[in-house]
């Protein structure tokens, strides 16, 4: 990057740059978190004297095989925004969740359909050892979470870009970001990427990838991680007693499926109707032409008719602004800092804590105190 763009993002003039480089400038904390959020790093990579190791989020651009330009800067982000949490929860003294995802070993799929058996195989043994039974999964990325995976959203990033990311790292340990879009209202995308990513996290197949949904996949580990989201957010079994108990469901197939019925299930199950209707195909309980029927209806329209109100399905990205406003609370870190990592300025900061009733612990003996309040 050049002096001049770096300032712009500092809000100095280009020669303020040029004298920090030179060690004739010293530099403020909240400069320091700027860098470091620009350069997605830690803060501690930027004051260690130690050569830092190769940054994930330029490992990750490295694999992108999209028509566009690498999604560097939303990598960079969400690289940044979990190395933040890493360091807040340092500062706060608050442990980590220990990683408890299950490692499973699997053989390198040779077919397509054995990558979907191993899918599927895999997706039964996750559910049986969370005692999910066959009911709807109501957030993967809440499972994730709870055993130890960094999660979050990955911003900034167009609708024809990738779905998610993956990878793991010796200080943060796995992380998945998923890409949340302005399209996505009922969370079926995002929900399926997450469950996508989660067959990697613990079959460890590869250490870093970035996620692309497409209806027709030749990576067979990624035809594997398709099959193991389909079935884990949709077992065969749950379907069948679904529609069964919607009276849908005759022998071994569902002859008929109205708008409603499809959004109803897509509500049920979590899931986009691209997945669902998918998944159905697949497991032979829907014939093409009715799936090919239900493929452009409205969506939003049927579900508004029908008083469907999605789940809410944004568990993602309430981490880092937690402890944000808990350090800020604590006055470990300037308002400025919180407001950054809360993705807001500093006005709407201070109005969101009025409207949270949060306010600073007041301690005449801390000298951190006055600094971060008195931004």
């Known amino acids: 990057m050049t002096q001049a763009s770096v300032a712009a993002e500092l809000g100095l003039h280009r020669p303020a740059v040029s004298e920090m480089e030179a060690g004739r400038r010293g530099i403020t904390a909240e400069e320091l978190y700027r860098l470091a959020t620009l350069y997605g790093v830690a803060v501690s990579e930027i004051l260690s004297e130690s050569v830092p190791a190769d940054d994930a989020a330029d490992l990750l651009a ?16 969400f690289v940044a925004e979990r190395r933040a949490e890493f360091e807040l929860e340092a500062m706060l003294d608050l442990p980590h969740p220990p990683l408890s995802a299950i490692r499973r070993d ?10 979907g058996n191993q899918g599927e195989n895999l997706a039964r043994l996750e559910r049986r050892q969370l005692d999910l039974g066959t009911g709807p999964v109501a957030s993967v990325l809440h499972i994730l979470a709870r ?26 340990g796995p992380c998945v970001g998923v890409n949340w879009r302005d399209g996505d209202w009922t969370g079926g995308r995002a929900a399926f990427t997450a469950a996508h990513e989660y067959a990697h996290v613990i079959l460890r197949d590869r250490t870093k990838e970035l996620f692309q949904l497409v209806p027709v996949e030749r990576d067979l580990q990624e035809v594997r991680a398709n099959a193991f ?20 469901l005759r022998g071994q197939a569902l002859p008929h499926l109205a708008p409603g019925d499809v959004v109803r299930a897509m509500d049920f199950f979590g899931v986009s109707r691209t997945a669902l209707l998918y998944r159905l195909r697949n497991l032979a309980l829907l014939e093409q ?20 109100a999605f789940r809410e399905r944004q568990y993602i990205g309430t981490r880092l602004p937690e402890l944000a406003i808990h350090a800020w609370r604590t006055g470990l870190i ?27 612990e007041a301690d005449e003996d801390d000298p951190l105190l006055g600094a971060a309040a008195g931004e």
Not at 67 to 76: E, H, S, T
Not at 348 to 358: D, H, I, K, N, S
């Open 62 to 77: 490295l694999r992108y095989v999209g028509g566009a330009a690498p999604p560097v800067v939303a990598l960079r982000r």
């Open 106 to 115: 699997a053989p390198s799929p040779r077919t397509i359909k054995d990558a």
């Open 147 to 172: 055993q130890g995976v960094r999660i979050g959203p990955l911003r900034a990033l167009p609708t024809d870009q990738i779905d998610g990311v993956y990878f793991e790292s010796s200080d943060l």
């Open 229 to 248: 989201a389909a079935a884990f957010l949709m077992p065969e079994e749950g379907l069948r007693q679904y529609f069964a108990g919607k009276g849908l």
């Open 289 to 308: 032409s009715v799936a090919a029927a239900l493929a452009d209806f409205s969506v939003a329209a049927v579900a508004l008719a029908a008083g469907i």
């Open 334 to 360: 300037t308002a400025g800092r919180a407001a950054d990592l809360c993705g807001i300025d500093l006005a709407e900061f201070r109005t969101l804590m009025e409207q949270l009733g949060e306010r600073q």
